[in-house]
């Protein structure tokens, strides 16, 4: 989790806390150290974020300190909710606990009937899910993707041959029964797309393909006029 984020994600748990959060509790919660939750702590109450507390005995944030208010009308929750559940269909583990966590906020923030429109099960998204894949994190991936960072595979193709791959991802695509992974394959010189359930394997390099992504998806999108990438 990036700094910015866990900042945000610091101040919405003292927001909703019921009680003084411990360190220890917000670095499990988080997925951090302890270390980082108290660094953390002192960045924030830099900026004047009302925290108090100190180290044994938790933080809470004063009364008063708030994030602008969430305005939404009832058909625009109705559609955070239905495509929240969306996120459900989807073989991507992180996104649907990501899914889960913007219910939880959403919910702490918005006014009651607002929130009874959420906590209504009125709307549901249908249909078979797309089963997470055994050799491949889409978090990974989609980490990649916005830190232009080359990954390796291990990729069967439709009759079973295995072949390393060092690509540099740009897109994923989600589709009912798997995910793609789009990009360009330095073993082909060209743009592919790789089904997530061929994946065998998959890690992060520490070569990066900075400042190029935006250019690999323009070529990527310009051919789609002509035919869609094909599958490696």
């Known amino acids: 989790m990036r700094k910015a984020s866990r900042l945000f994600e610091i101040i919405q748990i003292l927001r909703l806390a019921k009680k003084p959060m411990t360190a220890a509790a917000m670095a499990e919660t988080l997925e951090v150290t302890v270390r980082s939750i108290y660094r953390d702590i002192v960045a924030l109450q830099a900026m004047r974020v009302p925290i108090e507390g100190g180290r044994g005995i938790g933080y809470i944030m004063r009364p008063g300190f708030d994030l602008p208010p969430l305005m939404f009308s009832i058909e625009e929750m109705e559609a955070i909710v239905l495509s929240l559940a969306l996120l459900e269909r989807t073989g991507d583990d992180e996104l649907k606990q990501a899914a889960k966590r913007v219910n939880q906020k959403i919910a ?9 429109a ?36 291990v990729y069967r193709d439709e009759l079973g041959r295995a072949t390393e791959r060092m690509i540099r991802p740009i897109a994923l695509i989600y589709y009912s029964q798997t995910a793609n992974i789009v990009a360009w394959c330095e073993l082909r010189q060209a743009i592919r797309n790789f089904r997530s359930d061929r994946v065998e394997h998959c890690a992060a390099t520490q070569s990066y393909f900075k400042g190029e992504g935006d250019e690999l998806r323009q070529l990527w999108t310009s051919g789609w006029t002509e035919r869609p990438a094909a599958v490696s």
Request: cysteine-free; proline content about 9%; aromatic content about 4%.
């Open 108 to 116: 702490g923030a918005v006014p009651a009937p607002l929130r009874q």
């Open 118 to 153: 959420m906590e209504g099960k009125a709307l549901y998204a249908w249909g078979s899910a797309a089963p997470s894949p055994v050799g491949l994190d889409l978090g990974l991936v989609r980490r990649a993707i916005r830190d232009e960072q080359k990954l390796t595979l």
